[in-house]
């Protein structure tokens, strides 16, 4: 079973790369674009059978090692 697990820095957290694309974009002359806001995607291959057990797995090791959860979210799919 295949879990994605997508973090994200938590709203108030600076984001300097997202600032950055940002910024690129305008210059590129995407002007209509606001905030820009960076993240990562892991994808995770389990052994698990049923999709509630291998979405609670993919959240405990994204708790504890893939996020840092004082400035980053995640969010996890069973795909």
């Known amino acids: ?7 994200t820095l938590k709203h108030g ?16 002359g995407f002007t209509e674009v606001g905030e820009v ?3 990562k995607t892991i994808e995770l291959e389990l052994p698990a059978q049923d999709p ?5 797995t993919a959240e405990d090791m994204a708790r504890k090692l893939l996020a840092n959860t004082v400035i980053e979210s995640f969010k996890v799919e069973i795909a």
């Open 13 to 28: 957290v600076l984001d300097p790369q997202g600032k950055a694309i940002g910024h690129a974009l305008h210059t590129l």
């Open 1 to 7: 079973m295949k879990a994605i697990v997508t973090v």
């Open 37 to 39: 806001r960076v993240g």
């Open 52 to 56: 509630a057990q291998a979405k609670a």
